[in-house]
């Protein structure tokens, strides 16, 4: 019944920047820790930014550290990353994920979220 909907991706020529988003509805957004993963063809699925339930503690990727940010707002059931100075190799499918988390911990492996969107395209033309 959890149900997580990715918005924001696009093309974007490299150098730009981009704002992703992902609605959380049928659950406790609160009570989940938020993940943002991607995928791009041919690769296998990759960590990209972490965020505890209550935004207090983070963690990225090296590949995105720097230039990227992951942010949530629990009062509208949202979690954002926003990514600057954007490359050819971030095109992939990013994916939204969640997973019940009792206190600040933060996860970077796809196999410890519960629940996924269905992705949003980002593709970075140069």
């Known amino acids: 019944q959890v149900q997580l909907v990715e918005s924001g991706g696009g093309l974007v020529q490299a150098g730009g920047s981009l704002r992703l988003s992902c609605v959380v509805s049928?659950?406790?957004?609160?009570?989940?820790?938020m993940g943002w993963f991607r995928q791009a063809p041919g690769k296998e699925r990759e960590f990209v930014a972490a965020?505890?339930?209550?935004?207090?503690?983070?963690n990225y990727a090296d590949s995105v550290k720097g230039r990227s940010t992951i942010s949530r707002d629990n009062a509208v059931n949202t979690v954002y990353l926003q990514v600057n100075s954007l490359k050819s190799e971030d095109t992939a499918v990013y994916y939204c994920?969640?997973?019940?988390?009792?206190?600040?911990?933060?996860?970077?492996?796809?196999?410890?979220?519960?629940?996924w969107g269905q992705g949003t395209q980002v593709t970075v033309s140069s």
């Open positions: 049928g659950g406790t957004f609160s009570s989940y820790a």
């Open positions: 994920a969640a997973r019940p988390s009792p206190s600040l911990e933060v996860r970077i492996t796809p196999t410890s979220y519960n629940y």
């Open positions: 965020i505890s339930r209550g935004g207090g503690r983070t």
